[in-house]
Nanobody, 122 residues
Framework: VQLQASGGGLVQAGDSLTLSCAAS????????KAWFRQGPERERELLTA???????YHSASVKGRFTISRDNAKNTVYLQMNSLEPEDTAVYYC?????????????????WGQGTLVTVSS
């Protein structure tokens, strides 16, 4: 499966932004999906995930502000980001893995999008 992330850009603190990740190659419904980010001089971190069954996870750093959702008919997963802060500045990546026994917090994924840059100005 190939993933294409989009929707990044320059926003101001407090703004909202929605990222999209479109999948091609195979039906997306039976995949776990996730969003990661990597900020300047930081390691890539798992932000939020949704399993193929619909179980979701949001990390403490974004819980209450970011929401993952999916539209299996459109083969797309979304990341709604609200109340953005300068610390959210990073390259955001979508990821997917075939359904299996991994728990929703497991950060190991097989397929990766190319990343989309989000810059939040103060």
């Amino acid at each position: 499966v190939q993933l294409q992330a989009s929707g990044g850009g320059l926003v101001q603190a407090g703004d909202s932004l929605t990222l999209s990740c479109a999948a091609s190659g195979r039906p997306f419904g039976n995949y776990d999906k996730a969003w990661f980010r990597q900020g300047p001089e930081r390691e890539r971190e798992l932000l939020t995930a949704i399993t193929w069954r619909g179980i979701t996870y949001h990390s403490a750093s974004v819980k209450g502000r970011f929401t993952i959702s999916r539209d299996n008919a459109k083969n797309t997963v979304y990341l709604q980001m609200n109340s953005l802060e300068p610390e959210d500045t990073a390259v955001y990546y979508c990821a997917a893995r075939t359904q299996g026994l991994r728990v929703v917090t497991d950060p190991v994924y097989e397929y990766w999008g190319q990343g989309t840059l989000v810059t939040v100005s103060s």
